[in-house]
C-alpha cells in the first residue's frame, strides 16, 4: 500500500529550553514473533532525536477499532507489543513499573500501522500568554509520520537503515514485537564489528569521522542511572 503522510499535533505549554544538538538516535534489537509461529531477529529504529529540542520522537504502531485509535510507541521501557487475533485487541507491557500496561478495547482485532518518523525538525506555530507575574509560552507542533504497512527491520547493522540489508515484515502477519533486553551473541558481534569498522574508518578520516554511534537499548536499559534520565526527557 502507497505509503500515507499523518500530521500530529501536540499543544506544550511552559515548555522547556533544552538544547542538544549532536544527540543520537536510539535502535533496539528485536524478536518478531510471526503468526505461523516463526522468528524473526533484527534491529529497528525506536526514536529520533528532535535536533535542538533536546527531546525524541518515537517510531511507533498506529492503530483503530472501531471509533477508537491511538499510537503504541516504542519507549525505552517497552518490552513487547502483542497484536492478538485471538484476543482481538492490541496490547503492550512496559519495564517501568510506573508504565501502566496498554490495550485497546475487545471488540475487535484492530487494524494496524507502522508509525515512522519523518527526520526533520518540525514546524511549529508560537503564541505567549502574559500575566501581571507570569509568561508562559504556547506552542502547536506539527510532525509528520510515514504510515507503513509493515515493519522495516535492519538484518545488519550499518551506518543508516540500508536499504540493501532491509527486510520488509507485514504488520498483518505478526503476532508479537519483543524489545531485546539481551541479544543473542551473533547479533552483539555484529555490532562489535560495525563498532570496530566506525573507529577504522575514523582514524583514516573515512565516511565514519562525522558519524554519531547510536545508543542501544539493549544498553541502556542495563546503566541504570543513565535510563532513569532517558524516562525524563521530552519525548513526541
Known amino acids: 500500500m502507497k505509503s ?9 505549554f511552559n515548555s522547556q529550553c533544552i538544547a542538544d ?7 533496539s534489537f528485536v524478536e518478531i514473533e510471526l503468526k505461523d509461529g516463526s522468528i524473526i531477529q533484527g534491529a529497528i529504529q525506536i526514536a529520533y532525536p528532535e535536533g535542538y529540542f533536546g527531546s525524541y520522537r518515537r517510531n511507533g504502531i498506529y492503530y483503530i477499532v472501531d471509533k477508537y485509535e491511538g499510537i503504541i510507541y516504542f519507549d525505552i521501557d517497552l518490552k ?50 502574559v500575566t501581571n507575574k507570569s509568561l ?32 520488509k515484515i507485514e504488520l498483518d502477519q505478526i503476532e508479537k514485537i519483543k524489545m531485546l533486553k539481551s541479544p543473542p551473541k551473533n547479533m552483539i558481534d555484529q555490532l562489535k564489528l560495525h563498532r570496530e ?34 524516562l525524563l526527557i521530552p519525548k513526541n
Open 4 to 12: 500515507l503522510i499523518i500530521i500530529i499535533i501536540i499543544i506544550l
Open 21 to 27: 544538538p549532536a544527540a543520537p538516535i536510539i535502535r
Open 80 to 129: 513487547v507489543i502483542e497484536i492478538s487475533e485471538k484476543r482481538r485487541n492490541l496490547s503492550a507491557i512496559y519495564e517501568n513499573p510506573k508504565s501502566q500496561p496498554t490495550s485497546t478495547p475487545n471488540i475487535g482485532v484492530p487494524s494496524v500501522k507502522y508509525l515512522q518518523c519523518i527526520y526533520t525538525n518540525p514546524q511549529f506555530d508560537e503564541t505567549f500568554i
Open 136 to 167: 508562559s509560552r504556547k506552542q502547536i507542533r506539527f510532525q509528520n509520520y510515514l504510515l507503513l504497512d509493515y515493519i522495516p527491520l535492519e538484518t545488519k547493522v550499518g551506518y543508516t537503515t540500508d536499504t540493501n540489508s532491509i527486510e
Open 197 to 230: 569498522k566506525i573507529k577504522a574508518d575514523r582514524a583514516n578520516n573515512e565516511s565514519g569521522d562525522g558519524y554519531n554511534d547510536p545508543i542501544w537499548y539493549h544498553e541502556l536499559i542495563k546503566d541504570d542511572k543513565l535510563y532513569q534520565e532517558f
